[in-house]
């Protein structure tokens, strides 16, 4: 039985690599997030400003059912790999874009390697990792955010204002060649290949793959319904619709939408803390910027802090003192959350300092470190070691979608209240500050609510009893 920790001489390879993957991805998250703002406002787009995020999580659906397909037959290092290059592919796309819907169609792009990343590295944990350790590693990727939440904004900020959006774009695939070499050689000889090497080969299930398509689109047209509010999008709307609802019942557990207790509540958690939090966590940047008069670097770094309690919650939940307690502190944990996004629009009040934002948000990114660590490992605990990449999809299918849908429907209450027109009111005033504050409110406080919801979601997180 291996000895020590996460860093002990049995996973200090195989940690250090995957550990740089999810570096490269925290540091794209947080210094494209500050350039945003920008990128959509110089290329006439604020008005498609929610598709540049809903476009990443929508690809990244189908990336996500693939790679559980692909990593539970052939083990994570292709999908990794692919990914990787897909996602660097994207940000070249976006970075070279003289026209907002190119732009969004790199961020598409990366979102499906972001897709295939994201699930073949739960298979690599699931496999690589005894159980003891799991709750370690979690805290360790979510620890990779701290770095980059403070110096991504700032570097970001910083190369926005001097050389231009374009270049946070460019530059950052030059970071991909550091995972591609420390870590592939590690998943190689740690967790390439079958469960079961001597089992033959099984077929992709082919029903899943054309689920995922259908979600994928199906995401697509709801979002693209929700941006457009015209009678004719109802068209749109409705087959979004018609195609989303029977994937998402196909590729999610049973019971999943009916919160019902453990394997199904668990992935259902993760969808509504992650979905409200980063729908609301989108427009805050460009609240700041816009109704504030903030520069994009003081914008993106009035978020940094957040990388550290987030870290810190994880932390906390990697505990194993804490294992007993870990439903009452993702309880904990979503109620902050949704404190922090209702307090949130209160920096739109003139007196209210600036600064009350950034310790907000810090109060939130502690409870999604309590609730997202927990909800990965308790996945992986409830999962088989055959059905780990297809229900590690089903947890991230869960967290994308609802990115998807929450971005969509704050999306369209942001532009029935005049938000695409905050981007011209910006331009035209000297400090920066618009008229439409109602705008912001309605994308947060529906947002809080929704993480009310998921407090008492975590109260149903333990099977029920035979």
């Known amino acids: 039985m291996p000895q020590g920790g996460i860093l002990g001489p049995a996973y200090r390879t195989i940690s250090i690599g995957i550990i740089s993957v999810v570096f490269l991805i925290a540091f794209e998250a947080t210094a494209v997030g500050t350039a945003m703002p920008v990128a959509a406002r110089e290329l006439d787009g604020i008005g498609l400003y929610a598709f540049a995020f809903s476009a990443y999580f929508t690809t990244s659906l189908f990336g996500m059912v693939l790679a559980g397909q692909w990593a539970d037959r052939q083990g994570p290092l292709r999908p990794l790999t692919v990914g990787i290059a897909s996602f660097a592919s994207g940000l070249v796309v976006s970075g070279t874009a003289g026209a907002m819907w190119v732009f969004v ?3 598409a792009v990366q979102g499906f390697g972001g897709g295939l990343v ?16 799991r709750p370690a590693i979690m805290a360790a990727f979510a620890a990779c955010w701290v770095v980059p939440s403070i110096v991504g904004p700032l570097a970001s900020g910083t190369v926005t204002e001097h050389l231009g959006w374009r270049w946070v774009f460019l530059g950052i695939p030059a970071l991909v060649v550091v995972p591609l070499i420390v870590a592939l050689p590690a998943i190689r000889r740690t967790a390439s290949g ?7 080969p099984a077929a992709f299930d082919r029903r899943r793959i054309r689920l995922a398509l259908g979600i994928s689109a199906g995401a697509g047209l709801l979002q693209y319904a929700a941006q457009d509010l015209r009678w004719l999008s109802l068209a749109p709307g409705i087959a979004g619709a018609a195609l989303l609802v029977p994937a998402v019942l196909g590729l999610l ?19 509504v803390a992650a979905g409200s939090f980063i729908a609301a966590e989108s427009f805050v940047p460009l609240m700041l910027v816009t109704q504030r008069g903030l520069s994009p670097t003081m914008a993106g770094f009035s978020l940094a802090l957040g990388g550290v309690t987030w870290a810190g919650g994880s932390w906390v939940q990697s ?6 307690y870990r439903e009452r502190l993702m ?8 404190l922090a996004i209702a307090a949130a629009p209160a920096v739109l009040i003139e007196s209210v300092p600036v600064w009350t934002l950034a310790l907000a948000w810090a109060v939130g990114c502690l409870g999604m470190g309590l609730v997202i660590g927990s909800t990965s490992v308790l996945l ?16 991230q299918i869960s967290d994308a979608l609802a990115n998807v849908v929450l971005l969509a429907g704050g999306g369209a209450a942001f532009a029935a209240l005049g938000g695409g027109a905050v981007g011209a009111a910006h331009a035209v005033t000297a400090g920066g500050t618009a008229s439409h504050p109602g705008a912001f409110v309605v994308v947060f ?3 809080a609510c929704v993480a009310l919801v998921g407090a008492w979601v975590a109260t149903r997180l333990e099977p029920a009893e035979a």
């Open 118 to 133: 994201i699930v073949a590295l739960y298979v690599v944990v699931s496999r690589a990792y005894e159980e003891r350790v």
């Open 253 to 271: 557990p049973r019971g999943t939408y009916l919160a019902r207790r453990g394997l199904p509540s668990v992935v259902l958690l993760r969808g």
């Open 445 to 447: 406080l529906p947002m």
């Open 380 to 395: 992986l605990k409830l999962s088989a070691p055959e059905e780990a990449g297809s229900n590690s999809a089903s947890l």
């Open 319 to 324: 505990k194993g003192r804490m294992a007993p």
């Open 194 to 200: 079958p469960v079961d090497p001597d089992a033959p």
């Open 331 to 338: 309880v904990t944990g979503m109620v902050l959350v949704a």
């Open 105 to 107: 169609l790199g961020r």
